[in-house]
């Protein structure tokens, strides 16, 4: 007589061959929770008042390159009224073609900030990459 391996009884329980996905879904949830308390604590909504500083002094150098964006958005090098386009001209002559020389950049407090970034840019375009920006000393922050 043959005999098989699968008798005959009702007894026998079939295997499952699905995935639980119920603790996946814990999971997710968990993260979910975790990732919508954490987003709001990520963004900082901080009232900046860029002019001011309240750091420490540097020690200036003998004759610092001093730029002006004044209200009116005209560039000044020293007392010198300089034209946007003509910059990197003016810029070379003052200090003798060196790039690695600090431009300390100063900027009234009503000029936009989009225009002091097209200031730094265009410093960045003429290849000085040293640039401080001028603050009041004892500033509130």
Do not use: C, W
């Not at 005959?8 to 499952?16: A, H, K, V």
């Not at 060196?98 to 840019?121: E, S």
Request: glycine share 10%; hydrophobic share 40%.
């Amino acid at each position: 007589m043959a005999g098989g391996i699968r008798g005959g009884n009702d007894d026998d329980l079939e295997e499952s061959h699905e995935i639980n996905v119920t603790p996946f879904i814990d999971v997710m949830l968990v993260l979910l929770i975790i990732f919508m308390v954490a987003a709001p604590l990520s963004t900082v909504d901080v009232a900046v008042d860029l002019p001011s500083s309240n750091a420490a002094p540097q020690q200036r150098p003998q004759e610092p390159v001093y730029l002006t964006v004044q209200q009116d958005l005209t560039l000044s090098l020293g007392n010198e009224p300089v034209a946007g386009d003509g910059l990197a001209a003016v810029l070379d002559g003052r200090t003798g073609g060196d790039k690695d020389q600090r431009i300390f950049l100063r900027a009234d407090q009503t000029v936009p900030y989009g225009q002091l970034m097209n200031v730094m840019n265009n410093l960045r375009d003429a290849g000085y990459l040293k640039v401080a920006l001028v603050g009041l000393e004892g500033g509130t922050p």
